[in-house]
């Protein structure tokens, strides 16, 4: 079961279901509640009609012999002031929800009235110990005031009630209404009226059953085509899964997953997928080549520091030493490098140090020939040890291409930068290769011919910092005729008290 509803398409087409299921729930109680209203209505409506026909022949002086009270087999009473039954449906066996539980008309309390007949009796006495216009005792007395009617008016009023009545052996529930009629000589009479509510029940009945039968239907077309139309929608989702599934057996990032055409959100979670997998592939592609460059870069410096170990301890005469330590140097710069590369990829944090920049970049040009500096003071806000790192290699890198001079220019740029320009007298760096020569391990011609053992990092890894502290580093024709690389960096926000380098207070920390 939990397999099952594991599923989207299952638990899309039970909350379908469920929802469908509770509106019709709700729609079928409010028509069974409305259809009961409306023909409970129609039967008080024929019943009060019923009544007030009954009503009409009494003011208009029928006795009670010549009632019409048998034509539809519908209960009816007639009550006079004092709760005598007067008149009543031949063949009346019970009757209830009237206030009246009589069935068969009293016979005259003298012999002044008429003779009983089919449906009735004579007519009453009225000269008995109760004045005429009494109200009749019963559960539904409580009507208008008798005296306000006059001989042969019918009141306006009706009182509605529910009950039961059994007629010639059949019984029924029933819709009761009562009218009051002052008729003359007779005094206030009440006139009870039933309708009957079988036809209420036999559509209710009705309604019922068809609802019974027909939600069930309805409810298994609804989830039938849920799970039809949400395997559809779905397939597409599958295909992916599917492919990313291959593609992680295979390892093989250059495929793709299927992209339906279509405009919903799947397509665009397919596009997605896609982009990723492309930020994938390209992200190992690097880093292979990254790998494969770095054990290039490190054979030589290696191996030949083997060679000149293998030499001396054969010939210790033959021992170079100075080139030793220098391919020992330059090893330890390429692992330094190849270290700090790993870190700017595996995402670490900058710290958020506040750094005077032109105090940083006056130490690190101290003491480099050629280099001149001239800087405004501005505070940048990141990790000196990168910083420095990123100024090192770009003095480097214009030291080794220079004729005679490098100039370095620190200087705000508005309100939110402060810009580094590190300028050479140097031949510069061809249009088409400026971007190139940010790649790792990339190196020109030029450069290869007068490097001294530079591995292709130095750049890669200045721009890395510096996009990183959120600034670029970007690389121009500079004045002298060389090449201007210009480093952009965001100012530290105002926070007094608080700074990091040179006049930093004693005991302050540094990044690293």
Avoid at 55 to 78: C, F, I, K, M, R
Avoid at 87 to 100: D, N, P, Q, R, Y
Avoid at 218 to 226: E, K, M, N, R
Wanted: glycine content about 10%.
């Amino acid at each position: 079961m939990r397999r099952l509803f594991g599923s989207v398409r299952a638990r899309a087409t039970l909350a379908a279901t469920v929802v469908v299921a509770v509106a019709l729930v709700a729609a079928g109680a409010a028509v069974l509640l409305s259809l009961r209203s409306n023909l409970i209505d129609q039967a008080a409506t024929q019943a009060e009609r019923a009544a007030r026909n009954v009503a009409a022949d009494l003011s208009g002086g029928t006795p009670y012999t010549g009632l019409e009270l048998d034509d539809d087999d519908e209960p009816v009473q007639v009550v006079d002031a004092r709760g005598r039954l007067v008149a009543a449906t031949e063949h009346l066996e019970h009757i209830s929800g009237t206030g009246v539980a009589e069935v068969k008309p009293r016979p005259p309390a003298t012999g002044t009235g008429g003779t009983a007949g089919t449906g009735g009796t004579g007519d009453p006495d009225d000269s008995d110990d109760d004045p005429p216009g009494e109200d009749a005792a019963g559960d539904d007395g409580g009507g208008d005031d008798h005296s306000s009617l006059k001989p042969g008016e019918i009141a306006d009023d009706v009182r509605l009630t529910a009950g039961s009545a059994t007629i010639d052996g059949k019984t029924a529930d029933y819709r009761f209404a009562a009218v009051e009629v002052e008729v003359p000589d007779k005094g206030t009479l009440t006139v009870y009226a039933g309708a009957s509510l079988d036809p209420e029940q036999s559509a209710v009945g009705t309604a019922q059953t068809v609802m019974l039968v027909g939600f069930p239907l309805l409810l298994a077309v609804v989830a039938t085509v849920t799970w039809l139309v949400t395997r559809r929608a779905l397939r597409p989702v599958e295909g992916i899964r599917a492919e990313m599934a291959a593609i992680t057996a295979s390892e093989d990032l250059a495929r793709r997953v299927p992209v339906p055409d279509t405009h919903d959100e799947v397509a665009r979670l397919a596009r997605t997928t896609n982009e990723t997998l492309a930020a994938l592939e390209t992200s190992v592609e690097r880093q292979r080549r990254f790998v494969a460059d770095a054990s290039h870069e490190l054979r030589s410096p290696i191996a030949s520091l083997r060679t000149q170990l293998e030499v001396a301890a054969a010939h210790p005469e033959l021992l170079d030493l100075d080139g030793a330590v220098e391919d020992t140097v330059r090893l330890q710069h390429l692992a330094a490098d190849l270290l700090l590369l790993a870190r700017l990829d595996a995402g670490e944090r900058v710290a958020d140090a506040r750094v005077e920049l032109a105090a940083l970049v006056r130490e690190r040009a101290a003491g480099r020939p050629g280099v001149t500096v001239r800087a405004q003071a501005v505070e940048v806000t990141g990790s000196r040890g990168q910083l420095e790192r990123v100024l090192d290699n770009l003095l480097d890198n214009a030291r080794r291409h220079a004729r005679s001079a490098v100039a370095v220019t620190v200087r705000r740029d508005g309100d939110h930068h402060a810009v580094v320009e590190v300028a050479d007298d140097g031949d510069g760096v061809p249009a088409g290769d400026r971007e190139r020569i940010f790649e790792r391990f990339v190196r020109l011609d030029e450069a290869r011919a007068r490097d001294d053992g530079g591995a292709g990092l130095g750049l890669a890894i200045a721009r890395d910092v510096a996009t990183r502290h959120g600034g670029t580093l970007t690389v121009l024709d500079a004045p002298a005729g060389g090449a201007l690389f210009a480093l952009r960096l965001p100012l530290a926000q105002p926070c007094p008290g608080v700074r990091d380098g040179p006049g930093a207070p004693a005991g302050a920390p540094r990044s690293a």
